[in-house]
Nanobody, 123 residues
């Protein structure tokens, strides 16, 4: 079992950048990892995910070219670099982990979740 803790959220102006981190209590080297977000009044949505080795990633069309997911298995940490932020990126961002061999976008496939970190992008 693994526990996840996100950090790095905050308030940023449109066009700015933030880097989120997700620290795991256990080893994550055999877990696929993902980032999801939930805006006020909306359902949680997939943002991006990475496989256990870091060789494969998938991203939502809305963040392609702006967000980059990466991982450091030695540090048991997942990252989300967010550039060119837009007001519509405002949401609570969650990291998640799952045992698997294929990167998936379905939140119900993920077994472990962090508590979330707020990202607010001001226009």
């Amino acid at each position: 079992q693994v526990q996840l803790v996100e950090s790095g959220g905050g308030l940023v102006q449109a066009g700015g950048s933030l880097r989120l981190s997700c620290a795991a209590s256990g080893r994550i080297q055999w877990y696929d990892m993902g980032w999801f977000r939930q805006a006020p009044g909306k359902e949680r949505e997939f943002v991006t995910a990475i496989n256990f080795s870091g060789s494969t990633t998938r991203s939502a069309d809305s963040v392609k070219g702006r967000f980059t997911i990466s991982r450091d298995n030695a540090k048991n940490t997942l990252y989300l670099q967010m550039n060119s932020l837009k007001p519509e990126d405002t949401a609570v961002y969650y990291c998640a982990a799952r045992s698997g061999l294929v990167v998936v976008t379905d939140e119900y496939a993920y077994n472990y979740w962090g508590q979330g970190t707020q990202v607010t992008v001001a226009s």
